[in-house]
RNA sequence: GGGCGCUUAGCUCAGCGGUUAGAGCGUUCGGUUUACACCCGAAAGGUCGAAGGUUCAAAUCCUUCAGUGCCCACCA
């Protein structure tokens, strides 16, 4: 059977073939009436806008490890793709798609508009789900969804309206964030804050009948059009008697009153403080306290109307400047304060939010709230890491009302009508067709829609079924784990973790692992409006897909933020090339071997592996033993890490089984074997060869889907079967456990290195065969050494080596000891006793070092008393051996000072 | 104004109570060993931000401080 194998990995020849098998079968379809355990993640439904970057490919590649890791495993496994509709962002984009083309959406109507999103969703929308294609992840494509879908929006509606009946939802006036180039309200966590340098202007406003001023400290001197009083502390001394007087409101004819109210700080600015209850939150509340009247002075697009006389269609900002401009052309600024103070800017469009007043819909968050407190304070719903759980608690303990509406189109529309007669409100299921009340068919549903994140708050139940009872989800809600990125924590874990319990009764999953976020070289979040993403579609194109899981993978670990480097995709690029060439070994080989007469039948049975200690005759070699036993190990390890979310100490532990004991010690190890003229021998390698290497793949594929898929296939053993992917994982069997085989092969392992080290400090010919002399006391490190004499001298690149169990005389030769054994290479000419004294000087400050703290620890009474034993003994048993060593080197340095 | 992180080898980061602190990259030295130069072998390099404390034992826990980053917050 000819192999063509490419000398190097080259991921684009290899990916698009499996891409596509695994999302054209039925693969990775789910079905609830299978067996095994059920495990199910949703997608974060990432925007229908948006094309794939480098935090989805986090997010998507530790959910299709855990994914793949559990399929792997039996479990009955359910990855739900999907999108989001993104109300906002969607609308942005489209609204500036058309104001390119010229084309104000306001011109184009709310119906024709939202047709064009639709439009446009069905043309450029799938990007996303392409690339999750395209980077192989194991989703059931069958059941992919989309949140403003007719189904999922039915879902909406069904909650909307069962909250309101509840009398949760609400509609309200009052004072909103507003942002002036979306057009709409925005909720608390939509605003952003930023430090900003400022000024506190100190404007005088002078009292009527006196010829005494006011002066009133403000950041925002183009609101004064809107001031309706001016407000000091009643405790206040300095404003006492000009309380319930007037001030002239400078730039206008308006006089208005000075209140007294506890609000004021009489600490901060001049203690005056004016009032435009229409324009900010507290001026607001404390307007109402005082019955004033409200003046708004602006449009909803940020300029000043008509309110504002002939400041009426400046812009906010320019209008700021002309006002104090004039008040200090009119003498009436006393003086310019530099003030840092924070504003609020939309999280979309970063414009600075304006605070107005409006009618919106709430919901009410006390009662929801609360149950979902109580899931994760008692571990229902398990949130990793714990710092993160504590911000959620805080978060929930102080939750305040979610604004519901948004003056968008794009979105699930809110489904109240309101009849043009008596104004009853109407909240249905169903499309009213007349009020209940006064039988009016003049019915108008509100303009709104909902905020996005409503809906993706439904997102692990909508998408299972829910409100029927469907087969989905019966079996699969609640779901496994949320995986996201902690920036969503509230917008959308908290709102699931509510809805998902107040509408099901259940917790929508177990446990929530909040990822790092991908961030640039100097720490900011990657942004591709910034310039400062990076392309995970074009970096999967240049280094493999494979390798840039295995990056993200090793470089996650739980509460720190990442950042990507090239260096590192190159060294997870190695990574797959290391493998793809030790398959290229053995496939190559493999015909060699083949080529002899050996069917493939006969691999195609793996090794079958008896437990026996090895090293007997006709029984399993050392290294063999000692390759299984360390796969065991490194099962063990990538599971346990797994279940803890370590992704990067699973990819880590892989590696190193797979580069460090796979390639560079069992393969180097078993070449002459395999070539061996003793069949049984060369059977008994290749067996065991191809059966770690199944292994190996199997608990790699998780994290390398692609190579590992490639690869597995070419196994001789698995000629005609499915997908690695529906493959068992490895399970760390009793048998291939084996501490003495690992402590043996480690003792190998320590001769081969030391004389590698011996050779290289005296600069011996690597292709030099030298001879050496073995010495140590102990009689089964001598039989193992004689045992194993082939690969030693192989890998030591010795002609010969002399075992014996005698001192090994000091003197005129490269000496290395440790406490078991000496090892010598006789070549006194090349002995640099300079260097070599300078070496052993600095082994033995090291070593004397550590006995010496040794000793201490031992002699002290309390270490002795409340130590445990294992650490008295091991520590014991660790400073016998480091004596033994330092009487060595002591010995050594004074014979070659002789 | 509150809260949460981070500071460990030249760089990027693991380790988070128990033997002389690890990895990758980089550096130095040596290698064209027919799986792999995206490689192989060897080495150098750290008083774990600072100061106190707890403990038999601290990079690891506590306190303070200094840098640095993030989140939350309606004082003009």
């Known amino acids: 059977m000819a192999r063509e194998i490419a000398k190097a990995y080259e991921p684009q020849l290899i990916e698009s073939k499996w891409a596509e098998f695994w999302a054209s079968g039925d693969l990775f379809h789910a079905d609830p009436s299978a067996p095994g355990p059920a495990f199910c993640i949703v997608i974060p439904p990432p925007n229908v806008t948006g094309s794939l970057h480098i935090g989805h490919m986090l997010d998507h590649t530790e959910i299709d490890i855990l994914t793949r890791w559990h399929r792997m495993r039996g479990y009955n496994t359910l990855y739900l793709p999907g999108t989001d509709h993104a109300g906002i962002s969607t609308q942005r984009v489209v609204v500036r798609q058309l104001a390119d083309q010229g084309i104000n959406y306001r011109d184009l109507g709310r119906e024709e508009f939202v047709k064009r999103v639709w439009k446009w969703k069905e043309e450029s929308g799938g990007t996303i789900q ?21 189904e999922l929006s039915r879902v909406v509606r069904e909650v909307f309206v069962r909250l309101y009946e509840e009398n949760l939802i609400y509609r309200a006036n009052r004072m909103m964030n507003w942002c002036p180039v979306c057009l709409t309200v925005l909720s608390d966590l939509e605003v952003l804050h930023e430090e900003r340098a400022g000024n506190l202007w100190h404007v005088k406003y002078p009292v009527v009948g006196s010829d005494k001023f006011i002066i009133v400290a403000t950041t925002r001197p183009e609101t004064m059009f809107g001031d309706t009083a001016v407000a000091v502390n009643p405790e206040d001394e300095r404003y006492k008697d000009l309380i319930g007087k007037k001030v002239k409101l400078p730039l206008t004819d308006r006089e208005i009153p000075v209140i007294a109210d506890s609000y004021v700080d009489k600490e901060f600015g001049t203690g005056a403080l004016k009032i435009t209850p229409a324009h900010d939150p507290n001026d607001f509340e404390v307007g109402k306290r005082h019955d004033l009247p409200v003046i708004d002075v602006m449009t909803d697009d940020g300029h000043m109307n008509s309110n504002a006389g002939t400041y009426a269609g400046l812009d906010r900002f320019a209008a700021r400047k002309k006002a104090v401009a004039e008040l200090q052309e009119q003498g009436l600024l006393e003086k310019i304060v530099d003030h840092t103070h924070a504003v609020g800017l939309c999280e979309r469009s970063k414009t600075v939010v304006e605070p107005r007043i409006s009618t919106q819909w709430f919901c009410a968050m006390k009662t929801l709230a609360e149950p979902a407190l109580a899931a994760v304070e008692r571990g229902e719903i398990q949130m990793i890491p714990e710092n993160r759980r504590q911000e959620y608690l805080f978060w929930m303990r102080n939750i305040r009302d979610w604004t519901l509406s948004r003056q968008l189109w794009w979105g699930h529309r809110i489904p109240a009508w309101y009849c043009e007669e008596n104004g009853h409100v109407t909240v249905a299921r169903e499309d009213p067709s007349a009020c209940a009340t006064c039988g009016s068919k003049e019915l108008k549903q509100d303009p709104d829609v909902l905020d996005t994140w409503f809906s993706s708050g439904l997102w692990p139940f909508s998408t299972l079924g829910w409100p029927e009872k469907t087969a989905d989800f019966e079996r699969y809600y609640p779901t496994s784990v949320l995986i996201t990125g902690y920036d969503i924590l509230f917008f959308w874990v908290a709102r699931m973790a509510m809805l998902g319990i107040h ?25 591709k409006s910034k310039g400062t993403g990076l392309d995970p579609v074009a970096l999967n194109l240049q280094y493999g897909t494979d390798a840039m899981r295995f990056c993200l993978a090793s470089m996650a670990a739980p509460g720190t933020d990442i950042v990507l480097s090239e260096d590192r995709l190159l060294g997870a690029r190695a990574f797959v090339n290391k493998i793809w060439n030790a398959a290229r070994f053995l496939f190559v080989n493999l015909e060699k071997y083949e080529q002899t007469g050996a069917s493939l039948e006969q691999l195609a049975a793996p090794g079958v592996r008896a437990k026996a200690p090895h090293g007997v005759a006709g029984k399993i070699p050392l290294a063999d033993a000692w390759l299984f036993a360390r796969l065991a190990e490194t099962i063990e390890a990538a599971n346990k890490a797994l279940e803890t979310y370590y ?29 061996s003229a003793n069949a049984g021998r060369a059977e008994v390698a290749w067996k065991n060869l191809f059966a770690a290497f199944d292994a190996a793949l199997r608990l790699l594929h998780p994290v390398m889907p692609f190579l590992t898929e490639e690869l597995w296939h070419q196994l001789p053993q698995k000629q005609g079967a499915k997908s690695i992917a529906l493959d068992a994982y490895p399970v760390a069997t009793e048998n291939w456990k084996n501490a003495a085989a690992l402590k043996e092969f480690s003792f190998l392992q320590d001769v081969i290195k030391t004389l590698r080290e011996i050779r290289s400090q005296m600069k011996l010919d690597p292709k030099k065969k030298v001879k050496a002399e073995f010495s140590s006391a102990d009689a089964g490190l001598r039989a193992s050494l004689i045992a194993n004499l082939d690969a030693v001298l192989r890998l030591g690149i010795l002609s010969e080596l002399n075992i014996s169990a005698d001192r ?42 550590a006995i010496q703290s040794k000793e201490k620890q031992l002699s002290n009474e309390t270490f002795r008393n409340r130590a445990p034993e294992k650490i008295i003994k091991d520590m014991e048993s660790s400073l016998g051996e480091q004596r033994i060593e330092l009487q060595k080197l002591t010995n050594r340095l004074s014979q070659l000072g002789s």
Not at 832 to 840: A, C, F, K, L
């Open 130 to 150: 392409r690339q999750m294609r395209q980077i192989g992840e194991s989703c059931d494509w069958s059941r992919e969804k989309f949140t403003l879908s007719p």
């Open 503 to 527: 509408f099901t009764g259940k917790v929508p999953f177990r446990a929530v692992y909040l990822h790092s976020l991908v961030r640039t070289g100097s720490g900011e979040k990657m942004s």
């Open 647 to 675: 992704f990067h100490e699973a990819a880590q532990q892989i590696y190193q089984f797979f580069w460090g004991d796979f390639c560079d010690w069992y393969i180097e190890w078993v070449k002459p074997e395999l070539q």
């Open 808 to 849: 090994l005389e000091q003197s005129s030769a490269a000496v290395r000891s440790t406490a078991q054994f000496d090892l010598r290479i006789p070549y006194s000419d090349v002995v640099d006793v300079g260097g070599e004294s300078v070496r052993i000087k600095k082994e033995i400050e090291g070593l004397s070092k």
